[in-house]
């Protein structure tokens, strides 16, 4: 069974920073993108940034320059910082794999972790 496991979500004021993990269970043998998505309350999820194999990162624009993904591949865990938050990054962080497990390799399928609550006081 596929886990992803996140943590780190929590209440801050506006400025602060929170940094979000997310394992992903060793069933997972490997991992082509992983990434984190939020979903404010009466709004559609969107992305907030991802990381690819190789390294390569996307960011929503509105995050630039504060929020950072990275990954430790050993550990099938990816980070997001989110620094210099705002009360419009308040919402439920959901964390994302496109990987195969050691059933389905190479075939690869989407994974979603539970969510984290992140809330940002004004």
């Known amino acids: 069974q596929v886990q992803l496991v996140e943590s780190g979500g929590g209440l801050v004021q506006a400025g602060g920073s929170l940094r979000l993990s997310c394992a992903a269970s060793?069933?997972?043998?490997?991992?082509?993108?992983m990434g984190w998505y939020r979903q404010a309350p009466g709004k559609t999820r969107e992305l907030v940034a991802t990381i690819i194999s190789g390294g390569s990162t996307n960011y929503l624009d509105s995050v630039k320059g504060r929020f950072t993904i990275s990954r430790d591949n050993a550990q099938n865990t990816v980070y997001l910082q989110m620094n210099s938050l705002k009360s419009e990054d308040t919402g439920v962080y959901y964390c994302?794999?496109?990987?195969?497990?050691?059933?389905?390799?190479?075939?690869?399928?989407?994974?979603w972790g539970q969510g984290t609550q992140v809330t940002v006081s004004s």
């Open positions: 994302n794999a496109d990987a195969s497990t050691i059933k389905t390799y190479p075939a690869r399928s989407n994974y």
């Open positions: 060793r069933t997972i043998v490997s991992i082509n993108a």
